[in-house]
């Protein structure tokens, strides 16, 4: 039976913190002994066209990924590609949640833009499916619509529900909902009010949504499901399964809070996770969840833990524009609006060696180098290595240094033949979007640049490149020769940056 997602195409993409690389790291440094990633088995429930399961895939050819989903247009769309890029650890298939059966245990299981969006009898048969799929020291992450700041979202929902009356054209359907938002765009006071600044924020998601499609399954889908986060701790606990922490850690950080209060969450932490969790959502007003839940008997530890860092790998995700070692002053280091003081020689040294390296994942032993190197030091001791820990762990739940259980391969320079990820060579000969070897998504909307990946197949020059592009650049935009050879190289070095050359 043809389904909704089969008459409206959903745009998946890949989730770069829905790799098992990124969950495993999490888990691993809120006490979980999450299992190792290169021979992991994955599942993803409700995958769509496994677009995201087949970039893990690509990297990952040790694993082993499954991927099922209702609409079985958007898993012969998957399977087409998969066979297109010669795939052999990836299996998609056309299943439903209330009766696909698991042949073995899976390391890692992704549940993403389900749990709210099924009746209830399907969303029981989900928790139970994860259950009994997850692997004893497997992860599952879930991801939701959430009280409190769901209410303010629900307003808008029903206000365009209202709006599009009887209408059962998805068109018809979505154009009534972006009339309505704007709409109330236009009623709203033009100052900012404090009162309703999550709805006026909710207004302008809807109208600025980058796919209407999403529109359609997301907000206007007949069911939305959404919990306070306790529902959901105890629908996990009913099915034998635990709370971990949420996929972002810095989500779960109390940077704004005052001191007070953020004390008193602290302590709770320590106390009762999950009833920490709870209050933090009232506190911050939160909307949306992606939970990580293991099997019992875990008691979730509210902390991380520094000790994990050293089997992680590290990579710098913030600047700093003094570099100062050796004075007692701290150090800044910064991304948008998040800051932290960094004090004490090493970890000054170590963030530095870390923004410097950028995207590069280094070890934990290799950053105790890099860092010893950069102070003119034979080594770090080991007391000191704890103490950094304990640091980079800070800067960690701040959002400022990422940690990941899994290090992809590809070139970061550029050579004389360069080759582009097979994938994403054929995923920009049907669309515009094309994912790296670092799982990032990437979006082509220039002709030559699109061109220019699928040219990289390992049997061109530089010079060769130049001529085959020349043609498909207008004319009245031709910079010369040597001018385009320059910025082509300057455009391979981008390609090298984000993980799209294969080494
Ligand atoms: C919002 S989409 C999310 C797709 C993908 N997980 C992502 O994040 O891009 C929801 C998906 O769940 C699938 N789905 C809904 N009910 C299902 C069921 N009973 N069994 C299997 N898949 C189902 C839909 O077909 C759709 O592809």
Request: glycine residues 6%; charged residues 25%.
């Amino acid at each position: 039976m043809a389904t909704s997602y089969d008459a409206v195409e959903y745009p998946t993409l890949p989730r770069i913190l829905g790799h098992p690389g990124h969950i495993a790291a999490v888990a691993r440094m809120f006490g979980v002994a999450a299992p190792p990633v290169e021979r992991c088995r994955v599942l993803e429930i409700g995958c769509g066209d496994g677009v995201h399961l087949t970039s893990c895939a690509v990297t990952m050819p040790d694993a082993v990924f499954v991927g099922f989903d209702l609409a079985a247009d958007a898993i012969a769309r998957g399977r087409q590609l998969v066979e297109r890029v010669g795939l052999k650890n990836i299996h998609l298939e056309v299943g439903d949640i209330t009766t696909w059966q698991p042949d073995a245990p899976f390391d890692y299981i992704l549940v993403h833009g389900i749990y709210s969006w099924i009746p209830d009898f399907v969303r029981e048969a989900l928790m139970t499916l994860v259950a009994k799929s997850l692997a004893p020291t497997g992860v599952a992450c879930i991801s939701y619509n959430c009280y409190p700041a769901g209410y303010t979202r629900q307003m808008l929902w029903e206000m365009m529900k209202y709006h599009i009356g009887e209408r059962t054209n998805p068109d018809e359907m979505i154009e009534k909902a972006l009339e309505l938002a704007r709409f109330i765009q236009f009623c709203r006071p033009k100052e900012p009010d404090v009162e309703m600044e999550l709805f006026d924020n909710d207004v302008d998601i809807v109208i600025n949504k980058q796919f209407r499609n999403v529109l359609f399954h997301d907000e206007l889908s007949p069911t939305n499901h959404q919990v306070h986060f306790h529902e959901f701790a105890d629908d996990a606990r009913r099915h034998g399964l635990r709370f971990v922490s949420e996929l972002e850690p810095h989500v779960m950080a109390n940077a704004d809070m005052p001191k007070e209060i953020d004390e008193l969450l602290r302590t709770l932490s320590r106390v009762n996770p999950e009833r920490r969790e709870q209050y933090f959502d009232f506190a911050c007003l939160r909307r949306f969840r992606q939970t990580l839940i293991t099997r019992e008997p875990h008691e979730p530890r509210g902390v991380p833990d520094p000790a994990a860092i050293r089997g992680l790998y590290l990579t710098g995700n913030c600047g700093t524009d003094a570099i100062d070692f050796h004075s007692d002053k701290p150090m800044t280091f910064a991304a948008g609006t998040t800051a932290i003081d960094v004090i004490g020689p090493i970890a000054k040294a170590a963030m530095v060696v870390l923004v410097e390296t950028r995207p590069r994942r280094l070890s934990f032993p290799e950053l105790l180098a890099a860092t010893a190197k950069k102070l003119g030091r034979d080594a770090i001791t080991d007391k000191e290595a704890d103490e950094l820990a304990t640091d980079l762990a800070i800067a960690w739940t701040s959002g400022l240094v990422l940690l990941k259980a899994f290090v992809p391969r590809y070139a970061t320079e550029i050579s004389e033949r360069p080759v582009a990820s097979p994938f994403a060579r054929e995923q920009l000969r049907r669309e515009p979007n094309a994912t790296s070897l670092l799982h990032l998504a990437l979006r082509f909307d220039d002709a030559p640049g699109r061109k220019l990946v699928q040219l990289l197949d390992g049997t061109r020059t530089l010079d060769d490149l130049v001529r085959e592009l020349k043609p498909i650049v207008p004319a009245d935009k031709w910079p010369g020769e040597a001018e385009f050879r320059k910025g082509l190289v300057a455009n391979l070095r981008m390609l090298a940056l984000s993980g799209l050359l294969v080494a």
